[in-house]
């Protein structure tokens, strides 16, 4: 399934979230452990960086993977990788908030203009791997969505940290609207394998099942068998 419109309003909505961003906000804890705000935001500079390089990157070949294969399973994050590490003193390294802030509105634009220029159907290569460019940008429709989820994570005015209620009225600072949420769920229910109980929102599912959360007593009863693979950690 190739979604670009998907594509288009979480990184646009991610992107207004990061432009509503305080400078205090930017020294804040991110759903990503060991980085502040800004290490994120940084991150997703190199992610917008990633989108135009492999949109412009044809490939040949037949495809090798698709919206849900892009991605792997991988152990959880241990610290030790280079770029993980090289991450923060990126982002200290900008200085003023708002030089980082404009950094990624003004890549972070043209990625989105590429995505929605681009051909679906044509071929990418990225990663030693070959897909059509609207699996390509279906794929990061997840990556948004986490990263958004991590963005507003520890915001003041977001639901508050990883809440476990319902859904909440959508703004940047809130998270993703309704529709990429449940997007995100069923496209981590096709790469793990493995389905949420209903009874878990489609926020709480992300959450849980990537290790941003842990379960409560009676999500984990209610979990079964999953329980005990999870957190699903995309690479």
């Known amino acids: 399934m190739a979604d670009v419109d998907l594509f288009s309003r979480s990184w646009t909505d991610l992107l207004a979230a990061v432009a509503d961003l305080a400078d205090a906000d930017m020294e804040r804890p991110s759903g990503c452990t060991g980085w502040?705000?800004?290490?994120?935001?940084?991150?997703?500079?190199?992610?917008?960086?990633?989108?135009?390089?492999?949109?412009?990157?044809?490939?040949?070949?037949?495809?090798?993977?698709?919206?849900t294969t892009y991605w792997?399973?991988?152990?959880?994050?241990?610290?030790?990788?280079?770029?993980?590490?090289?991450?923060?003193?990126?982002?200290?390294a900008?200085?003023?908030?708002?030089?980082?802030?404009?950094?990624?509105?003004?890549v972070g634009s043209a990625a989105g203009r590429a995505a929605e220029l681009a051909d679906p159907g044509a071929r990418v290569s990225t990663q030693d791997k070959v897909l059509t460019a609207g699996d390509y940008l279906t794929a990061y429709v997840m990556e948004w969505t986490l990263h958004h989820l991590d963005l507003v994570a520890h915001l003041p005015s977001a639901a508050g940290p990883f809440s476990c209620g319902g859904a909440t009225p959508h703004t940047p600072r809130n998270g993703p609207e309704a529709e990429i949420l449940a997007a995100a769920r069923a496209?981590?229910?096709?790469?793990?394998?493995?389905?949420?109980?209903?009874?878990?929102?489609?926020?709480?599912?992300?959450?849980?099942?990537?290790?941003?959360?842990?379960?409560?007593?009676?999500?984990?009863?209610?979990?079964?068998?999953?329980?005990?693979?999870?957190?699903?950690?995309?690479?």
Do not use: M, N, W
């Open 187 to 235: 496209g981590l229910e096709r790469i793990a394998d493995a389905s949420f109980p209903v009874s878990f929102s489609d926020r709480d599912a992300l959450l849980v099942g990537t290790g941003r959360r842990p379960p409560t007593e009676a999500e984990r009863a209610a979990l079964g068998d999953v329980a005990a693979r999870i957190p699903f950690v995309l690479g």
């Open 72 to 92: 792997e399973l991988v152990d959880p994050p241990t610290g030790d990788d280079p770029l993980d590490a090289l991450i923060p003193r990126l982002a200290a």
């Open 36 to 67: 502040l705000v800004r290490d994120l935001v940084c991150h997703l500079v190199i992610d917008a960086q990633d989108v135009l390089i492999t949109l412009v990157t044809p490939a040949d070949a037949e495809p090798t993977a698709d919206a």
């Open 94 to 106: 900008y200085g003023a908030p708002e030089l980082l802030k404009f950094h990624l509105d003004d």
